[in-house]
């Protein structure tokens, strides 16, 4: 993985028969914008959605004592946007916790 605009990016997950998702870094704005491209690997059990298919922006901004982020996957087949769409709920639920759990310390 090599974070820098261009750089590519690769997750394998951790469930059933391990996909791998696919993407390149497009923008990167420390504390601010984070934006790449997203599909998988041609796998059994993966979605059917070609590496660099889709596009994810995730946002920063200042809230208070805190920062709200907001991400927005686009260019999602409409099969794939539910299952899609929990998956990044269940990721950003991990995410808080894992902030929440940090500012803490």
């Given at each position: ?69 907001t991400?927005?996957?686009s ?31």
């Open positions: 993985m090599a974070a820098r605009p261009g750089g590519t990016l690769q997750v394998a997950m951790h469930e059933g028969p391990r996909p791998v998702m696919r993407g390149r870094f497009l923008e990167l704005v420390p504390y601010e914008r984070l934006v790449f491209t997203f599909g998988w690997e041609a796998t059994p059990g993966a979605p059917d959605l070609a590496p660099e298919a889709s596009r994810v922006e995730v946002t920063l901004t200042p809230d208070g004592d805190g920062t709200e982020l991400l927005r996957h260019g999602l087949p409409i099969v794939l946007e539910e299952e899609t769409g929990d998956g990044w709920a269940h990721l950003l639920h991990r995410l808080a916790g894992t902030a929440e759990s940090q500012e803490h310390r």
